[in-house]
């Protein structure tokens, strides 16, 4: 069935390095990514939305030049985040919609910035 | 089989009445279940979040976890317009990885 892939499930980086996290989508095209943010326990935060082919799209207070987001496929997303600090430490998950009605959901990465 | 299945309707009920959302899943060891409203262009906001079995409510909002039976289920009582949005259902082993249902489509009818 339709899964999208995240990866890596967990990182644990230095501060100031750079890290990518990549959503694949199998067995359907994903024309829109959604990447949020999640503090332990709380809501979803909506950073930005991608779209293949085009720039992605950002939240307001969502810095664009530290959060890069890449969709150069219609099955891969990528965000990297850019010179990590330990605030950016975090639960990042991204969506797609389909296939069909409703969501399809990647398992996260959990960033670890020290 | 998917780890977690929900049904992504649409799901159209009258003003008022009770609404009864529901996923099952496969996964034995999940212990966290979550419940996540969202709006279109917003983020899911967490609604309920229980641990292991039982209800949880909160206001209008009852959350229930089965897991002899790997059931949960989200009751909305004395719906209203502005509950229209999807609600996805989420779990997790420990309080990471969390696996998405893909959500259902609720329209409350005025």
């Known amino acids: 069935g339709a899964v999208v892939s995240q990866h890596p499930s967990r990182v644990i980086c230095k501060s100031g390095t750079s890290v990518k996290i990549e959503c694949r989508s199998l067995?359907?095209?994903?024309?829109?990514m959604f990447w949020y943010r999640q503090f332990p326990k709380q809501s979803l935060m909506l950073m930005a939305t991608?779209?293949?082919?085009?720039?992605?799209?950002?939240e307001q207070g969502v810095e664009k030049d530290k959060f890069l987001i890449n969709h150069a496929s219609l099955t891969l997303s990528t965000l990297t985040v850019t010179s990590a600090h330990p605030e950016d430490s975090s639960f990042y998950i991204c969506?797609?919609?389909?296939?069909?009605?409703?969501?399809?959901f990647g398992s996260g990465t959990r960033l670890t910035v020290v | 089989q998917k780890e977690v299945e929900q049904d992504p309707g649409p799901l159209s009920v009258p003003e008022g009445a009770i609404v009864s959302l529901n996923c099952t899943y496969s996964?034995?060891?999940?212990?966290?279940f979550m419940w996540y409203r969202q709006y279109s262009r917003k983020g899911p906001e967490l609604l309920m979040y229980?641990?292991?079995?039982g209800n949880k409510e909160d206001g209008r909002f009852t959350a229930q976890v089965d897991k002899s039976s790997k059931y949960i289920s989200l009751f909305i009582r004395d719906s209203q317009p502005s509950d229209s949005a999807t609600y996805l259902c989420?779990?997790?082993?420990?309080?990471?990885?969390?696996?998405f249902g893909k959500g259902t489509r609720l329209h409350i009818l005025p």
């Open positions: 229980t641990y292991s079995s």
């Open positions: 989420a779990m997790s082993e420990e309080d990471d990885k969390i696996i």
């Open positions: 991608s779209n293949e082919g085009s720039k992605a799209t950002y």
């Open positions: 996964n034995s060891a999940f212990q966290y």
């Open positions: 969506s797609a919609p389909g296939p069909g009605l409703g969501y399809t």
């Open positions: 067995d359907f095209q994903a024309t829109t």
